[in-house]
């Protein structure tokens, strides 16, 4: 899961675009505003299953985009 804090009307095309660039499949996004502002909001974003390096590769990609101020948090899980 990713934990992103974004900022821009098309951030989630920005933020999907990443994940399509590098070949990562995304299962589910939720989206919550912010706390304490309305103009942020916060994407919680599970991926399906994905090589080590694409998922790196995304991360970095993330962390260069204008519309992303921040990628929190990066947590692998594995399972069925």
Request: a negative charge.
């Amino acid at each position: 899961a990713l934990l992103l804090t974004v900022r821009d009307d098309d951030h989630l095309a920005q933020v999907a675009t990443a994940f399509a660039e590098q070949g990562v499949s995304i299962e589910t996004v939720r989206q919550q505003v912010a706390a304490g502002s309305g103009e942020r909001a916060k994407l919680i974003v599970v991926t399906h299953r994905a090589p080590d390096a694409a998922l790196t590769a995304t991360v970095d990609a993330l962390a260069g985009l204008d519309s992303v101020d921040d990628v929190a948090s990066v947590m692998r899980v594995e399972g069925d």
